[in-house]
Structure formats: structure tokens, C-alpha cells
């Protein structure tokens, strides 16, 4: 992709039309970028950090490294492709067709590509956000799109003594490639969405793979393999068959959120996910013969509660003879090993992170200042929240992708990312045709959807179902996801509701 057009100078300003700023560059921003240019909008720019699009496809390249939700769904409905070799698309692939969106629909030309941007800050005479890199460069836009995702700074546990291991340590989302694992001894710290996908490509060649587990997860079977060039030839030539498979997983991702969101009581709950709860009982007990080590694998919260997870190798790896599962607190990372709270030491190599990311920041590490030098984190003290998960009163033109509470246990995050996209576009589209200065969101919507969504939330799996999720923050506050459905969320935000804004004229 060439980017050097888009590097060298911001891009121009027609009169009368809106400057729009996007940060970040991987699904959130692309939906937002190629929204804007589908409707004619070309006077944005979009800033990434890395050096070229992809966002969290791009940083995370670990072994493994792969799609769990279908890739049919995990994927913009105006760009289908037909091509994906399995089901559940792997890293590079996914990262390739990001690229390749942005190349076909012309969004190369607006990348700002190596600029990281520190801080935004709202001048109301004007009517304009002043936006300042890390290398002191500002910029000016009247609307800011943050698309900076829920997953994108990883999170290090605060053991003692962790910096002062001699041995190799290493995130997850920041994969040392030089590093040969190979009849190493190895510790896997966490045993997440991202520990299930890369334990089973490094146990074969470790000496000693050790797994330490906070919590069990629900593991139910991923239905991946290598497509044939048959279903390829179906995607491709019968009309309506990638539409219908989409809309498969689409419906299967619905038919789960309910049992997620709604007050139930936990008989109800199983009962109502019967199939997905008793898939992961059988395969557990199937893949795992050891009694001690099915019990440890053996959740003891209510299904939901954390993200479900999709693997049919992960227990075969943990059940080698080179594998073990910790479930004993670390208390200290010793120079050549790890000691745990029954005061067992045991030594290892290298240590990989597998400890997840900072999924309640939203904007950070960057710095967002609206109406009378207000600073963004500061009202989200107690938890972010923003109305429809979109804006936040006192910080106008302001739009946030993937923001508080629109993240979903069931379904895929791009239809939720297009949903948003549509009303970002909209809003861009009114504030062009009204010639206003700003939209700002009134208090008083953004107080009663804050506390709609609470209230909601108070019966949903995530706040009853007896876990420690990242979907909650300290303050038990379930701050990231969605108390309804994927179908809600797209009706509430096909169109800007103006009269929820404050609208102010230049």
C-alpha cells in the first residue's frame, strides 16, 4: 500500500465542507473512513500509530493468532470475500483484507501512518479540535472520530520481581519472533482467548510447557478447517450463499446474547444455553481422561460471565506429557522462575504474558479535553460512559468506535462497527447540511441511557454470574458491553436523533 501521499501534508479543506480526524486505523477506523468516503466526504484524515492499517490484527502475530469469530460475519457486509481459506479466518489473512479494503476503496491517500496522537482539545469559539501528536505536530478537524479500540495497550501483571527475571519475557500482542521456544522450559501466564490459540502451537516443541490459570474458561468446540476449493466455487458464483452463511452466524450470535443480557436465574440460564454448555461439558470430558486435571479445568461461574471460547486443541495440549496447569496464585517471579502461594518455585526459560489488555481506557493513553478544558478521564472517574456508546455531553463533535458498553458476548464487533459507522456519517452529514457549529449531546439523554444501560446490566451474566471479567471495572461497573441485542443496537443508531443534541450554530 502506498502511503507516502498521505504522509507528506494534511489533507485540504473544501469550503463547506466538515474536516474530520480519525484515530486508528483498524476496523473501527476503516469503517469509519470508508463511511465517509462511500457518502462523498473526502476531507478526513486517519491517523495510525503503526505503519499501516490493521489495528490489532497488525500488533498481534503470535503464534496461532486467529479469528473466533466466523469470518463471514468478522467482516464488513459491502466487502465479503469469498476467499477466506477456513472458517475462522488466521491473523495475516485478516490483516491482508484490511489492507485490501483500504487500498480498493481509496483510503491510502488520507493515512497518516507513524503518527501517534497524544492529545485532543476542543476550542468552542472556534468550533474545532486541536489534535497534538507525540513528536508536538497539532492539527485541527471540527469532528474527531476515536477509534483507538477496547484491545489495543496490553495489560502487565503487577508481580514483584517480574523486571528482574534473567530469562526472556514477553506479551502475548508483542511476540518476540527472534526468541527460539524450541526444548525450552516455558511458562504461559493466563489462559485467555489468547493462551488458547497459541498453547497448542508452541506445546510440540517446548520441553516443559506450564500454564498458569486463574479461572477455568468454557471451551466449546471451533468448527475450522481448511476450505475446499468447492465452497469457494459456491461463494463465488451462487448468488446469495456468503449472504445466507453471514446471516447464519449472524442469527446464531442473536440467538445467545439474551441468555447474556437478561435477568435470569442460573438454572434458566443453562437450560437456555444448553447446547453451547453441554458441547463444552462433553469435550472437556472427552479430551481431558485425568480427574485432577478436568477438575481444574472445570469452570465454577455461571457460562457467559467471561467471553466463551472456541477451540478443539487446546485441552489436548495441556493433556501432553510436557504440559502442566498452576492454578495456585503467583506471589513473585524469582530470576529463574516463578514462585506461587503454596511457596512451590519452579523454574523456566522464558515466560510468555498471556495476561490480556487495559479494556477500560477507551481513549488512552490519550489525553481528550472538551468544553471549559474538561478532561475526558476525569468525568469517567467512576466508569466511561457515553450515550449509545457514541458521545459523551460536554465534548462536542466528538464520536467514539467500539465505546463504552457496545461490545457484545454474542455476534461480531464489525456489524456493531458499521452500525456505529452509519451514525457518525449521518451526524457528519447534518452538521454539513445545517452549517451549525457543533452537535453536543444533551446531559440529560446522556444521564438516562447511562442509567438505562445500568440498569439493564444489573441482571445480565456479567454482573450476576460469579466471575472476575474484564467486561466490569474495579468499581464492579459493567462498562464495556451492551445490555441487549445486535439487532437493538443497529436500530437505535440508523440515524442521528438531533433532538438528543445541543445544536449550536456558528
Not at 480519525?22 to 469503517?31: N, P, R, V
Not at 526459560?349 to 488512552?364: K, M, Q
Request: net charge neutral; glycine share 10%; hydrophobic share 40%.
Amino acid at each position: 500500500m502506498d502511503t507516502t501521499a498521505a504522509a507528506r501534508a494534511q489533507t485540504s479543506r473544501p469550503a463547506g465542507r466538515v474536516s474530520v480526524a480519525i484515530i486508528g486505523g483498524g476496523f473501527s477506523g476503516l469503517a469509519a473512513a470508508i463511511g465517509l468516503k462511500r457518502a462523498g466526504f473526502d476531507d478526513f484524515v486517519l491517523f495510525e500509530r503503526a505503519e499501516g492499517v490493521g489495528g490489532v490484527w497488525r500488533h498481534n502475530e503470535y503464534p496461532g493468532a486467529a479469528c473466533d469469530v466466523a469470518s463471514s460475519l468478522y467482516s464488513f457486509s459491502f466487502e465479503p470475500n469469498a476467499n477466506w481459506s477456513r472458517p475462522f479466518a488466521p491473523q495475516p489473512e485478516i490483516k491482508g483484507y484490511l489492507e485490501h479494503c483500504a487500498e480498493k476503496y481509496g483510503i491510502a491517500s488520507h493515512l497518516r501512518c507513524g503518527t501517534e496522537i497524544a492529545a485532543a482539545d476542543f476550542d468552542e469559539a472556534a468550533g474545532e479540535w486541536t489534535i497534538t501528536t507525540t513528536a508536538g505536530e497539532r492539527h485541527t478537524a471540527r469532528v474527531v472520530i476515536s477509534a483507538c479500540g477496547q484491545l489495543t495497550r496490553p495489560k502487565i501483571p503487577n508481580i514483584p520481581g517480574l523486571e528482574g527475571f534473567t530469562g526472556q519475557i514477553f506479551h502475548s500482542a508483542e511476540w518476540d519472533h527472534e526468541y527460539d521456544l524450541n526444548g525450552k522450559r516455558v511458562a504461559v501466564v493466563g489462559n485467555g482467548a489468547s493462551a488458547v490459540q497459541l498453547v497448542p502451537q508452541i506445546a510440540p516443541k517446548v520441553e516443559q510447557l506450564t500454564v498458569f490459570q486463574r479461572s477455568a474458561e468454557y471451551l466449546i468446540p471451533k468448527p475450522d478447517y481448511p476450505h475446499r476449493a468447492a465452497e469457494h466455487s459456491l461463494y463465488k458464483r451462487v448468488p446469495g450463499a456468503l449472504k445466507l452463511l453471514r446471516g447464519a452466524w449472524w442469527t446464531i450470535g442473536e440467538y445467545v446474547n439474551p441468555a447474556l443480557t437478561l435477568d435470569m436465574s442460573p438454572a434458566v440460564r443453562k437450560a437456555y444455553l444448553a447446547p453451547l454448555y453441554y458441547a463444552a461439558k462433553a469435550q472437556l470430558r472427552w479430551q481431558i481422561k485425568d480427574p485432577g486435571l478436568r477438575a481444574k479445568l472445570t469452570p465454577d461461574y455461571q457460562m457467559g460471565c467471561k467471553r466463551i471460547l472456541l477451540s478443539s486443541n487446546y485441552y489436548p495440549a495441556l493433556a501432553r506429557d510436557n504440559a502442566d496447569v498452576v492454578t495456585e496464585a503467583i506471589t513473585e517471579i524469582a530470576p529463574t522462575g516463578i514462585i506461587t502461594e503454596d511457596g512451590t518455585k519452579r523454574e523456566f526459560d522464558a515466560v510468555i504474558l498471556a495476561t490480556g489488555f487495559h479494556s477500560n481506557g477507551f481513549i488512552a493513553p490519550m489525553a481528550v479535553r472538551g468544553l471549559d478544558g474538561q478532561d475526558l478521564n476525569a468525568k469517567w472517574a467512576t466508569g466511561p460512559e457515553a450515550y449509545l456508546g457514541l458521545t459523551v455531553s460536554g465534548f462536542p463533535n466528538l464520536f467514539l468506535m467500539y465505546g463504552p458498553n457496545t461490545n457484545f458476548g454474542g455476534g461480531s464487533i464489525v456489524y456493531i462497527l458499521e452500525s456505529q459507522a452509519r451514525y457518525i456519517v449521518d451526524a457528519v452529514r447534518e452538521l454539513d447540511r445545517s452549517g451549525a457549529k457543533y452537535f453536543d449531546v444533551l446531559q440529560t439523554a446522556f444521564d438516562a441511557f447511562s442509567t438505562e444501560a445500568q440498569r439493564r446490566l444489573a441482571g445480565s451474566v456479567w454482573a450476576k454470574g460469579g466471575c472476575s471479567t474484564w467486561y466490569r471495572n474495579d468499581q464492579g461497573k459493567v462498562t464495556n458491553n451492551w445490555p441487549g441485542l445486535m439487532s437493538e443496537y443497529r436500530r437505535r443508531t440508523r440515524r442521528i436523533d438531533l433532538d438528543k443534541y445541543r445544536v449550536v450554530a456558528r
